[in-house]
Each structure stands twice: as C-alpha cells, then as structure tokens.
C-alpha cells in the first residue's frame, strides 16, 4: 500500500459520511421485520486518494456507496459532497436497445458537457478501455465484459474529482484490468479520488487505504 504522506493528510476531504444509519424492511406485512445493514458509519475520502473497501457479501457494501452518492438515502446521519461525483454501479443501468456511442450523447446531455467535448472523452474512454470496436453495438448483444467497461465508461465520461466504483473489474479479462489500474494512476496523480468497492484485493499496493465492512461499521485493514 502506499504510505500515508503527511502530504495527503493535509488533502482537503472530498467527500465524508458521518453517522450513517441504515435498515431495510424485510419480509411481507404484518410480519415485516428492520434489518440494519449500516450502524453509525463514518468514512471520509480525499483529494488524490484511492481507497478499498472491501467486506462479505450483503455486509453493506453497495448500499453504503449509493448513500454516499445519493441515490439512496441513510435513515441517519449526513453526507458532504465538496466535488463532482461519477458512479459506476453494481448492477449496471443501461438501455437494451441503445449503443455504446448513444448511451455516451445520452449521459452527455444528462451532465451537460458539451458535443465536442464528450466525442473527445468518449473517444479517449474507448481507447483507454478498448472496446472502440463496439461503438454502434447494442447494450443486448454486448458481452458481459464489455457491458462493464461501458458502465466504467459512463461514470468517467464528466470527468468527476471523485469516482465510485462498485465492482467494476469483475468481468475484465487481464489486460483490461491493468489498464483500469492505469487509470485510477493517472487520476490519482492529477488529484482525483476514486473509491472502489472490490473482494479481490491482491493488489494491495494499489491503494493508499482499505476499508473493511463489518458488522455495520467500516474498520482500517
Ligand atoms: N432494497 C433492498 N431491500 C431490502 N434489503 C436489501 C435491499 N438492498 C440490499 N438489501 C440487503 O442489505 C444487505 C446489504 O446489501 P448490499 O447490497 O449493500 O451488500 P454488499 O456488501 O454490496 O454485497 P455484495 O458483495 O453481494 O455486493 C443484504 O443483506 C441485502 O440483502
Ligand atoms: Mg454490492
């Protein structure tokens, strides 16, 4: 892992949960029972951190990252955002019948870049990832890798300070892998963030920091 400067201590905090509460209805009425999944949480990010956060599966992994991101909200607690997000999440959502160029004008217009600007992020995306050759292809006749690296390459497209990726190397084969991890060096030089929810940290020299998530609360590894 790479050691804690007391450079990126003195980072200003991108992005910090503190207190964060969370259960969800189980089971049908009147038998419906709380299942708390996150219990007083705090988790603070900062500029040009990469961190890990890693757990059991339902440990509350993805439901921790949609609170962060705000697509979910937390019975308890707050969540500062100091920068602009991207999320690439678990389960991507994506339209069948839109292609891989037709989902970047889409997300484009959804973040309001302008034509010019995404053409030239989503041509560096494309190379970056390699999967130019799947531009006008239907999300339905994709493979499950390539899915993934459109979902990846969405969450890049505005190039946010802060990325939240959850799981987002699971389908890439080798190669695909090293040049994700090509990129999370770039951002973290340039001073961007990325947290990223992953089981398989054999690298762990990849990261400044990982987060194990136990029992509801998230503790250093
Ligand atoms: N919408 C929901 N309604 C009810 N329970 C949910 C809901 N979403 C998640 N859960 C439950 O909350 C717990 C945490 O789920 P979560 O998806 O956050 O786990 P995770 O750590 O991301 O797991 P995985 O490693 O399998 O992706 C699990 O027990 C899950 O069944
Ligand atoms: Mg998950």
């Known amino acids: 892992m790479h050691a804690t400067s ?15 509460d969370k259960a969800y209805k189980r089971g049908p009425w009147p038998a419906r029972r709380m299942l708390p999944v996150l219990a007083d949480v705090n988790f603070s990010l900062r500029q040009g951190e990469v961190v890990g956060l890693v757990g059991e599966n339902g440990s509350g ?9 705000g697509a979910l909200a937390p019975d308890a607690g707050e969540v500062e955002r100091a920068a602009r997000l991207g999320y690439c999440p678990q389960t991507p959502q994506l339209y069948e019948r839109l292609t891989c ?25 494309y190379v970056a990832l390699g999967f130019e050759r799947y531009a006008r292809v239907r999300v339905s006749q994709l493979s499950g890798g390539t899915v993934a690296k459109l979902n990846l390459g969405l969450a890049l497209l505005a190039d946010p300070d802060v990325l939240l990726l959850d799981e987002p190397y699971a389908g890439f084969d080798w190669d695909t892998y090293l040049r ?15 947290l990223i929810i992953s089981h398989f940290v054999a690298d762990e020299e990849r990261f400044d920091r990982i987060l194990d998530l136990r029992d509801g609360r998230t503790v250093p590894r």
């Open 6 to 20: 007391e450079l990126t201590s003195s980072k200003r905090v991108v992005l910090a949960a503190r207190g964060i």
């Open 61 to 69: 992994k993805s439901t921790l990252m949609k609170i962060l991101v």
């Open 101 to 125: 160029d037709e989902h970047f004008e889409l997300f484009g217009h959804a973040y309001g870049i302008d034509s010019r600007r995404e053409r030239e992020a989503r041509h560096s995306i």
């Open 180 to 194: 994700f991890w090509d990129l999370v060096a770039e951002r973290r030089i340039s001073g961007r963030s990325v």
